[in-house]
């Protein structure tokens, strides 16, 4: 990471901290499955049906467009869904002021934040990294950090995010600044300035499940055999037994 750090200069992500929590996630929703400049244009015009003179939507708003006019500005069936969910649970509370989200941590927000529908965990990390600037946050299933890390340390193949993140956990409590830099190895892979790995880099190896050994799986198997024998058995003394009982 030392030489991405030296090629790449001076950390400069400036967090936009006017932006509130549902407008942030009104673009991020309008830009899902979209280039920018498409998104753009179709948020321009939501703005612009849905507002009032120019102002972006509030969520009542939102909520009170006729599904006409959603569309006629370029949105899906999907996103207008998306939205109007957003809308509702901004109203309700879910999705709470800037200033509450301040006081939660990137779990919490996390957490409250994908409730809402088309709303996943990366959209919430590019919040907490661009709007909440928060500086320990490591998107691990992000293609552009993935693949700066697959450069920067020479690895032939993508990481695992699990795998990923383990290693990520050394950058702490910069993280955030850590995935910034990934993502300036790419530009400077394509610009053919990105530096050399001095040695491969080995990840660590994500724990897996405990699996049960045979030997116990044998004993079970066994138990079981072994109960079902005895049942077997008990079957003609239960019947004289009935028989006993009958007579009786």
Request: aromatic content about 6%; some cysteine; charged content about 25%.
């Amino acid at each position: 990471m030392g030489g991405v750090i030296q090629a790449a200069g001076a950390y400069t992500l400036k967090a936009d901290t006017e932006c509130s929590p549902f407008r942030a996630l009104v673009r991020a929703i309008a830009h899902q499955q979209l280039n920018g400049t498409a998104a753009n244009t179709i948020l321009t015009r939501f703005i612009n049906a849905v507002g009032t003179n120019g102002e972006f939507p509030t969520p009542q708003q939102v909520l009170d467009a006729p599904e006409a006019t959603l569309r006629a500005a370029g949105l899906s069936f999907a996103k207008i869904a998306s939205l109007r969910d957003l809308a509702a649970k901004t109203i309700e509370g879910v999705v709470p002021a800037r200033e509450t989200l301040h006081a939660l941590g990137n779990e919490e927000i996390i957490e409250r934040l994908t409730q809402v529908r088309g709303i996943g965990q990366w959209t919430v990390e590019m919040m907490l990294m661009f709007q909440l600037d928060r500086t320990d946050v490591l998107p691990v299933d992000d293609f552009g950090v993935r693949n700066g890390f697959r450069l920067a340390y020479g690895l032939r193949k993508m990481p695992a995010p699990k795998a990923l993140a383990l290693f990520g956990e050394r950058w702490a409590p910069h993280r955030t600044a850590a995935a910034w830099y990934l993502w300036r190895a790419v530009e400077l892979h394509r610009a053919g300035t990105l530096p050399v790995p001095s040695e491969p880099t080995k990840l660590p190896r994500v724990p897996k499940p405990r699996r049960a050994s045979k030997r116990l799986k044998k004993k079970v198997s066994a138990k079981r055999a072994d109960v079902g024998k005895r049942a077997v058995r008990a079957r003609p003394k239960q019947k004289r037994v009935a028989r006993r009982v009958a007579k009786a």
